[in-house]
């Protein structure tokens, strides 16, 4: 499978997520928040630390239109939104202005920057980096295990 299926696919799972969390009880929003925010942050570290640098040194895709602004502006709602009490009458327009923006973020990275990288780079050198973002995920999805369940 390629990076950009690769990616396209985990933007998927977060919409999904998304849904999950809007369907929860204010009991199971915490966790799933939790849970959510740990997943965005594995997505951007593979995104960013793999896909992103492995064009770093191509001077042919320098000029690749990467909306750094609008990931931290999610990563700051979703930060709000985890500190935000889940039973607060205005959770949800939280939780809907969160979804938006991501939703927004993803949608204009696929269509610009993806579309960008699929015209430039050979299908062979986006398996390869599909292989290098999956090996990279299943690493930091078996840390953060560890991590959450404190096994060894």
């Given amino acids: 499978m390629d990076a ?9 799972l977060l919409i999904g997520s998304m849904a999950v969390i809007a369907r ?5 929003r915490r966790e799933l928040i939790t849970r959510f925010k740990r997943q965005v942050e594995i997505h951007n570290r593979i995104e960013i630390g793999v896909f992103y640098a492995s064009f770093g040194a ?33 959770w949800f327009p939280y939780f809907n202005t969160t979804r938006e923006m991501l939703i927004r973020h993803m949608d204009e990275e696929e269509q610009t920057c993806f579309f960008a990288v699929r015209d430039r780079v050979s299908r062979p050198i986006l398996s ?3 292989r290098s973002l999956l090996n990279e995920k299943v690493r930091l999805d078996a840390r953060e295990l560890v991590e959450r369940t404190g096994a060894r």
């Fill in 4 to 12: 950009l299926a690769i990616l396209n696919l985990e933007h998927r």
């Fill in 128 to 130: 390869e980096i599909g």
């Fill in 58 to 90: 191509d001077e042919s895709l320098a000029d690749l239109p990467v909306n750094r602004a609008g990931r931290q502006i999610v990563e700051k709602s979703l930060k709000m939104l985890a500190c935000h009490p889940t039973d607060a009458p205005d």
């Fill in 24 to 28: 929860s009880t204010q009991y199971e």
